[in-house]
């Protein structure tokens, strides 16, 4: 019912930068909230940032300074311009939305097949 396509992983250098797109598509009424989360090697998947429809951003805390999500609500997009890359954000980063089809009362959530972000030192 909805689609999410991810794109702008790769390889960097540390100190390097990168920019993540994740489109949504499909039978969408309205998202509340988009962002992305990542699971590194042998690691739980954590929250990266997320924003809400009305809310302010949140962020891990190992990310707050370096990392910036911001949506296009009219492309249904969201994005995470990732500067100051160390090794450490080496993981498979994943988008999720928070989104109430048509025809639905409620709102479920919708992840991304994942895009690697390799982080070299």
């Known amino acids: 019912q909805v689609q999410l396509v991810e794109s702008g992983g790769g390889l960097v250098q540390a100190g390097g930068s990168l920019r993540l797109s994740c489109a949504a598509s499909?039978?969408?009424?309205?998202?509340?909230?988009m962002g992305w989360h990542r699971q590194a090697p042998g690691k739980q998947r954590e929250l990266v940032a997320i924003v809400p429809s009305g809310g302010s951003t949140i962020y891990a805390d190992s990310v707050k300074g370096r990392f910036t999500i911001t949506r296009d609500n009219a492309k249904n997009t969201v994005y995470l311009q990732m500067n100051s890359l160390k090794p450490e954000d080496t993981a498979v980063y994943y988008c999720?939305?928070?989104?109430?089809?048509?025809?639905?009362?409620?709102?479920?959530?919708?992840w991304g097949q994942g895009t690697q972000v390799t982080v070299s030192s």
């Open positions: 999720y939305t928070v989104t109430q089809t048509r025809g639905s009362s409620h709102y479920a959530a919708y």
């Open positions: 499909g039978s969408i009424f309205s998202i509340s909230a």
